[in-house]
Structures are given as C-alpha cells and as structure tokens.
C-alpha cells in the first residue's frame, strides 16, 4: 500500500510523483529539472521530503532524482513474504531504479552526482563503489560507508532496537516513536509542527513502519551481519573513488554519527571539501539549510560533472 495524494501534501513538497515498478514493487521517486543528474538518498527514519529545499533550488539547472526506498515514504509496502526488507536490497533496487531512468526516461550512463545521508550515504556509496563510472562528484551529509570507527559503540536504543529483544522491537513497530525521536533528536533547532508532522506523516500507521525497524535492525556491527558487504570495504579507497570530487556537510551534534565519522571521512577522502556546522545536529539540512544549499550549489558550480 502507497501513501494516498493527501497525505502527500507536506509543507514545500509540490512535486509530481514518480512510479517504477522495481522487482514487482512500486517505488516512488522524484524527477524534477533539467541537467545532470543529482541522485538524492535519505536514511531512517526519513523520507523524500528531507531533500525538498535542496531540489526546490537545484532543480533550475540540476535534474534531481529523488527515490523514496521500498516500505518507506509514499512507496510501497510489500509483505516480508515479497520482499527482503535489508541494505543489500536497498543496493539492488537503486541500480534497477537508474538502470531504468538511463534506458528509459533520457538520463546519461555517466555524470551523476550521489548525494546521500544516513543509510543513504551507505547504500549510495555502495553503488559507486560498484559502479564508478556512473558517478563523477560526491556530496555527503552525516552518514557512514564504512566500518564503525576504533573506540565507536553504537547509542544504547539503537543496540536495544538492533539486539531483536522482543519489547524494544515491538515498541519500534507498534508506534512511531522512533521517527517521532528523530524528528526533535536529531535537530538542535525545533522543527516547525507542519514539517514535524510532514517528516512523520508516512509512518503514522503500524503496517507502515516495518522498514524503520528493519533498517535500524540490519546495522552492521559484525562481519556476521548481512549488511557487512556493503561497508566492509577495507582500510583505504581505490582511486577511482578518492579522485572524485567530494563534499561533506556535517552537523557537529549529530547524537548518532560523531566526530569519528567525520574524522574516517576525512582520512578515506583526504581531498574531500568539508563543511562543518558545529551548531546542527543529524538532520543538518533543516538545522543548517541555507548554508547547506549555498555549500552544495557552490561545490558543483566548482566541479562541472564529467560525462567521458
């Protein structure tokens, strides 16, 4: 079941809906402007909305492909009997969903630019990684595609949630908790109540919150995790990755993802441009949103995409 037209209706976010039928299942995304392409990727507990003010301003001359991953926002939510509700999921559906708009709906081979947070920047790295080609510039916000930095533990709910115990599992589907925590937690500015309830709206449902669970239970900490192949990527990055342009914007009071991240980002991509924002937290594109706008469109005016 897909979210209905009303409940698409969130502060800022007048676009017009995408659908691509991705192994049977709709998924939807968006396609807004023309240009090179800009692939957009949220994380959990968020949606395609996050990414609203960014597409609302780069679309002008940025073509902003913007997918919501099966179970989450206004697509689908198939039964588990249907679909495997894991990262390496996740990574075979965007390669369908590209694969699909550069035979299908006029996008190039080449010349995208990832833009990605949270599992977002897991699974959308993971792409590159598999498939440098497509991918000429890199934007990164707070977010992981790597293993856990020395000395890094996971927060305690995120371990209660993870560890499959019945009561934290259970509390995870059968209320919204988990993306209502999200939406104060992980800024340091409160939120405005309609973008709050926007954030919310796709997982005010029980049915419709079991990829929030699964994706907080599929972090991998251990090579025995299933999601472990897509971060367990060695101690340095081949040069086809750390030759690519890349940006980091990073909220330096993200509860989650802290300065060990930023600082394994920094040492992974030792040319990377880095954007601090000491006062934003994990959603640094609403704490931080007009520099984080003014960072991104300022880096790709300086790195043209490349298409050869």
Not at 19 to 38: C, K, S
Not at 101 to 113: C, D, I, K, V, Y
């Amino acid at each position: 079941m897909s979210l209905t037209e009303a409940e698409l209706r969130c502060p800022d976010y007048d676009f017009a809906p995408n659908w691509f039928a991705n192994g049977g299942v709709r998924q939807h995304y968006l396609d807004e402007g023309t240009g090179a392409p800009l692939l957009m990727l949220h994380g959990n507990p968020t949606w395609s909305y996050m990414w609203r003010h960014l597409v609302r301003d780069l679309r002008s001359d940025h073509r902003c492909i913007v997918p919501d991953h099966i179970g989450m926002g206004p697509s689908e939510r198939p039964s588990e009997s249907d679909y495997a509700y894991t990262a390496s999921s996740r990574l075979a559906d965007l390669e369908r969903l590209v694969q699909h708009l550069q035979a299908e709906r006029g996008l190039p081979a080449r010349g995208w630019t990832l833009i990605g947070h949270d599992w977002g920047g897991i699974i959308g790295m993971a792409l590159a990684r598999r498939r440098p080609g497509w991918v000429s510039r890199i934007v990164m916000l707070n977010s992981a595609a790597f293993t856990m930095p020395a000395g890094y533990r996971l927060p305690w709910f995120l371990r209660l949630i993870r560890s499959g115990g019945r009561p934290p599992a259970w509390f995870v589907h059968r209320t919204n908790a988990f993306a209502v925590a999200a939406s104060r937690l992980g800024v340091t500015s409160p939120l405005p109540a309609p973008v709050r309830r926007a954030y919310l709206a796709p997982y005010r449902r029980e049915h419709r919150r079991l990829a929030v669970l699964r994706f907080v239970q599929d972090i991998p900490v251990t090579s025995a995790d299933p999601a472990w192949p897509l971060i367990d990527v060695g101690p340095d990055e081949p040069p086809e990755m750390t030759s690519l342009p890349m940006l980091l914007c990073w909220g330096g009071r993200d509860p989650v993802f802290d300065h060990r991240f930023l600082a394994e980002w920094r040492r992974r991509f030792p040319s990377a441009e880095v954007r601090l924002f000491p006062r934003a937290g994990h959603l640094v594109q609403e704490d931080a949103r007009e520099e984080v706008i003014a960072s991104v469109r300022d880096f790709l005016g300086r790195h043209p995409e490349r298409q050869s």
